[in-house]
Nanobody, 127 residues
């Protein structure tokens, strides 16, 4: 099971980026795939999750309406289109399995300690 995130970079406030997660060793039908992020000195924060099996997805309140998650079963990739980026979006972004087990509540989306994720990609948004 391997996941590799890419597509990060540095943009100005209001800019856009598209992250991609390349998956190997399994298919999108096997796991729900999500994105979480971690900023320096902060806890991991779930951002979005997609389950291609039933077509369902969800987003953190902080990114709803700005970020869009999609899955491509043919390419075995999951993408995260990010628009209207803000400085608070600055973090390392990771794609991970088992996002359907993440905790969703008043404190936001908390990723599970189990599952698989790979090396993240840095997103930096300047004001």
């Amino acid at each position: 099971v391997q996941l590799q995130a890419s597509g990060g970079g540095m943009v100005q406030s209001g800019g856009s980026l598209r992250l991609s997660c390349a998956i190997s060793g399994f298919t999108l039908d096997d796991y729900a795939i999500g994105w979480f992020r971690q900023a320096p000195g902060k806890e991991r924060e779930g951002v979005s999750c997609i389950s291609t099996g039933d077509g369902s997805s969800y987003y953190a309140t902080s990114v709803k309406g700005r970020f869009t998650i999609t899955g491509d079963n043919a390419k075995n990739t999951v993408s995260l289109q990010m628009t209207d980026l803000q400085p608070d979006d600055t973090a390392v972004y990771y794609c991970a399995t088992d996002c359907d087990s993440w905790s969703v509540g008043d404190r936001g989306i908390i990723p599970a300690d189990f599952g698989s994720w790979g090396k993240g990609t840095q997103v930096t948004v300047s004001s």
